[in-house]
């Protein structure tokens, strides 16, 4: 059963942030609910319903996210699943509306197609996946619609309704109302920061129009002793980003009154587990056309790679931004399998100023799915090869050719 191996999967990985793991290091867990006093008080209520209150020099709030719902007729008698609640289905559903093209969608749209359901994936957009370059977005709706994905691109679901006892949702379509009926419908339309109930009001703190709260660059929140990181933050809905920005308000909030921390985003990669993956760091062509940055173009193929083609799964490529005539990485994207661990040298490179020349001049052994990003930083060389030197040596080359041997023991050792 796939969800038992789900909750196997779940209950392995739990005690990895446990409040026992916590404890043992030295942390005071309590189970309950907290809303600011002011910035250096909470008041706590346990869930035993016991209340008290807990001051602190510095404060972190680390609340995460949930699946937004949008407020769409009919869809609350629906009982929609989302990225929470999904987990807990003990019946596949035959067919699965899904709303939402991005990554969580996706995936999820993927991988129920992939198990069996018919799955209808709708999006407003003109493609999935948003905020990849188009040309990321057609590798893989190219392999949703050959795993069988119903793809319903410039669609908005106002309407869901039950008719004859069968679900069915109403979409706008360039003007026309398109009927899709259904047997579960799953939300993923973007995610909302918790912020309910933590007294935000007591502090003179209000969130932005997306939900989150406002942070500066040292992950402070208004005052200089409180703090916020991870989904309730922003701007990255990422479990790695949370970490990232976790360390940036814990060294503040324990050493700030001595040196403080900016953040920094500028090397932030992230995966699309669909299949085939999508990778990406740094900067997208249309976020560099957008920025007004200018780059090249390197291509390569994963269908070039002896280990993509051993394994069968010899389509995808690599795509790399450079400035003009240099081999500093832009930014870069890889679509294929094992995607996300391709990415994994690019981003090394990216955040330690080494350009592609130093991936080039690495040894890969063969075969390896990582020999692809050599690959590519070599098809980045071809371009940028020195001609007029290429021409020397073209000259040297063909007048050693013509040259004769200037003896007979040399002639006869060349021969």
Same mark, same amino acid.
Request: charged letters at 25%; aromatic letters at 8%; proline letters at 6%.
């Given at each position: ?153 410039? +669609? *908005? #679901?106002?309407?869901? /309704? ?14 026309? %109302? @398109? ?60 479990? +790695? *980003? #949370?970490?990232?920005? /976790? ?14 921390? %900016? @953040? ?152």
């Amino acid at each position: 059963n796939i969800m038992n191996r789900v909750q196997g999967v779940i209950a392995k990985v739990e005690p990895h942030d446990s409040p026992e793991r916590y404890r043992k290091l030295g942390v005071d867990c309590i189970s309950g609910t907290a809303s600011f006093v002011s910035p250096w008080e909470l008041e706590v209520v346990h869930n035993d319903g016991r209340t008290e209150r807990l001051t602190a020099r510095s404060i972190v709030v680390a609340t995460g996210g949930k699946p937004a719902v949008p407020s769409i007729p009919g869809l609350a008698e629906m009982e929609p699943l989302t990225s929470d609640n999904l987990w807990s289905l003990d019946t596949q559903p035959e067919r699965l509306l899904v709303l939402g093209g991005g990554p969580i969608g996706s995936e999820l749209a993927h991988a129920f197609a992939r198990l069996g359901s018919k799955v209808t994936q709708v999006e407003m957009g003109d493609r999935i996946l948003a905020k990849e370059d188009s040309d990321v977005a057609d590798v893989v709706m190219k392999q949703f619609r050959q795993d069988g994905i119903d793809l319903r691109l410039n +669609h *908005a #679901a106002k309407e869901f /309704a039950i008719e004859d006892g069968e679900k069915v949702a109403y979409c706008d379509h360039n003007g026309e %109302r @398109v009927r899709i009926p259904f047997d579960q419908v799953l939300v993923a339309v973007g995610r909302a920061a918790n912020t309910r109930g933590l007294g935000l009001e007591n502090i003179g703190v209000e969130p932005l129009p997306n939900g989150t709260v406002p942070v500066d660059e040292d992950m402070s929140m208004r005052f200089p002793n409180v703090f916020a990181c991870g989904d309730v933050a922003g701007p990255y809905q990422f479990t +790695h *980003a #949370a970490a990232h920005q /976790a360390w940036y308000a814990a060294v503040n909030g324990l050493f700030g009154q001595f040196k403080r921390f %900016r @953040v920094d985003y500028r090397v932030m990669p992230w995966v699309t587990f669909t299949s085939p993956e999508v990778a990406r760091v740094g900067l997208s062509e249309a976020e560099a056309k957008e920025q007004g940055i200018a780059y090249e173009v390197t291509r390569y193929g994963l269908d070039d790679l002896d280990r993509a083609i051993a394994e069968s799964e010899d389509y995808g490529f690599i795509k790399i931004l450079t400035p003009p005539g240099k081999d500093k990485i832009l930014g870069a994207v890889v679509v294929g399998m094992h995607a996300g661990e391709i990415l994994a040298e690019f981003t090394l490179a990216m955040k330690h100023g080494l350009g592609l020349n130093k991936i080039l001049g690495t040894i890969h052994p063969y075969p390896t799915w990582n020999e692809s990003a050599k690959y590519a930083a070599g098809e980045w060389k071809r371009e940028h090869a020195p001609q007029g030197i290429l021409n020397l040596l073209e000259k040297l080359h063909g007048w050693r050719r013509g040259k004769q041997p200037r003896n007979k023991a040399v002639k006869e050792a060349t021969t």
